[in-house]
């Protein structure tokens, strides 16, 4: 079937737009930087849909078990940054990880995760169209970075630096 014919049929199809990003105030050391970062996301990547864990373990006749569900996994959420060369979204997930952990200088690869609350923040995330308004969006619930991505410094002089942070959430909320 033509695109064309699809469009008529079922409306229009989404297409791609720019991100905004809502990140929370204090781990940045300027309101500057908080801006710049908030439009400098140009990927997301939301976790399925439905991701349920199942187990084989409801018995219906001797030695035959069926699948029952037996909890919700919580996906990843990954986000990709383009990267200023003062580094700013870079140092920003280095301050949230300084929220979450003491690294103990002494021992190498060992770390005391500090409380919850300390870490734990929403995260917004708004497809903008081409005239920078909120089409639609997500809310990531007590959220915090799980991986900052490796940074590749060999690049050629047309390619931007790019960075990839993953983030973990209790749930998401479509905005």
């Known amino acids: 079937m033509e695109l064309s014919r ?3 049929v079922v409306g229009e199809l989404s297409r791609a737009y720019n ?3 809502e990140l929370p105030s204090e781990f940045v050391t300027s309101v ?21 864990e199942a187990e084989r373990d409801f018995p219906v006749a001797p030695g035959y078990y069926l699948p029952r ?10 986000l990709r940054f383009w990267e200023t060369e003062d580094k700013v979204v870079l140092r ?3 301050n949230w990880r300084n929220k979450m952990i003491v690294l103990d200088s002494g021992r190498s690869n060992f770390a005391e995760f500090k ?5 734990l923040r929403d995260v917004r995330v708004w497809v ?12 990531f619930v007590r959220s915090f970075p799980t991986r900052v991505d490796e940074l590749r410094l ?22």
């Open 6 to 8: 699809v469009v008529g």
């Open 32 to 52: 500057t930087d908080l801006e710049r970062i908030r439009i400098l996301c140009y990927e997301v990547s939301l976790p399925p849909l439905i991701n349920i």
């Open 115 to 119: 409380l919850p609350k300390m870490y």
């Open 19 to 21: 991100y905004e990003v």
């Open 154 to 175: 060999s690049y050629t002089v047309s390619e931007v630096i790019s960075v990839g942070v993953t983030l973990v959430c209790e749930y998401i909320e479509e905005l």
């Open 92 to 94: 920003y997930f280095k």
């Open 128 to 139: 903008v169209d081409g005239q920078q308004r909120r089409r639609w969006g997500w809310r």
């Open 69 to 78: 569900p037996t909890g919700i996994q919580v996906g990843e959420v990954v």
